[in-house]
């Protein structure tokens, strides 16, 4: 009951940028962080970037400087706007959100939190 739509990937050559947006929908309390990972092809996935509900930010060491953040509350949006961008940044970016859901159970609020992930969205640094 909670989407994740992803938008935003392609390709682009070295040096140029790219903004990928993430919306999330559906049964919604409050989002705590929103983020971004990667996996590129025979690598484990990472974290590239991160954004707390108070905004506070966390970003991979490979992507400090050129990368940054950002998040609509309101819209429940999350992006990253990639800039300066390095063929080693080819991978598959993935939206990850930890959202807090409340339904009412004979008479009762109950809360509960989960991880949601996207479907994924590719980059190709290349020229």
């Known amino acids: 009951q909670v989407q994740l739509v992803e938008s935003g990937g392609g390709l682009v050559q070295p040096g140029g940028s790219l903004r990928l947006s993430c919306a999330a929908s559906?049964?919604?309390?409050?989002?705590?962080?929103m983020g971004w990972y990667r996996q590129a092809p025979g690598k484990q996935r990472e974290l590239a970037a991160q954004?707390?509900?108070?905004?506070?930010?966390n970003y991979a060491d490979s992507v400090k400087g050129r990368f940054t953040i950002s998040r609509d509350n309101a819209k429940n949006t999350v992006s990253l706007q990639m800039n300066s961008l390095e063929p080693e940044d080819t991978a598959v970016y993935y939206c990850?959100?930890?959202?807090?859901?409340?339904?009412?159970?004979?008479?009762?609020?109950?809360?509960?939190?989960?991880?949601?992930w996207g479907q994924g969205t590719q980059v190709t640094v290349s020229s």
């Open positions: 990850n959100t930890e959202i807090k859901r409340r339904t009412f159970v004979g008479g009762t609020y109950l809360y509960s939190t989960n991880t949601y």
């Open positions: 559906g049964s919604i309390f409050t989002i705590n962080a």
């Open positions: 954004i707390t509900s108070s905004g506070n930010t």
